[in-house]
């Protein structure tokens, strides 16, 4: 399963690179199995999919959150983890407040 993880979040970070949204999960079919990221790394990765939609850079979102662009981009990095209060403050800067729900 660490390799599938491994996988996908290196195709995210291609998406990323080139700008592209990367796509919402499929419902599973007979045999497949399902890969689960961690949370933080599947909300920058939605994050990051709402900044292309947006047209933000990380500049702007340095700009809307109050923090410099150098902790914008590291918090950003799929490989590196990060506190979901500092992804809700992306999220609210960019005017998309994160919520969760049971």
Do not use: W
């Not at 700008?19 to 990051?48: S, T």
């Amino acid at each position: 399963m660490d390799m599938a993880k491994d996988l996908i979040i290196t195709l995210a970070e291609c998406f990323i690179e080139e700008k592209a949204v990367f796509p919402a999960a499929v419902p599973l079919k007979q045999g497949q199995f399902e890969v689960k990221l961690p949370y933080h790394v599947a909300l920058k990765i939605m994050l990051r999919n709402l900044m292309i939609t947006e047209q933000c850079r990380i500049t702007d979102l340095a700009l809307y959150s109050g923090v410099s662009k150098q902790k914008v981009r590291k918090q950003l990095d799929l490989r590196r983890k990060t506190h979901i209060d500092t992804l809700a403050q992306f999220f609210k800067a960019l005017g998309h407040p994160l919520k969760i729900e049971c």
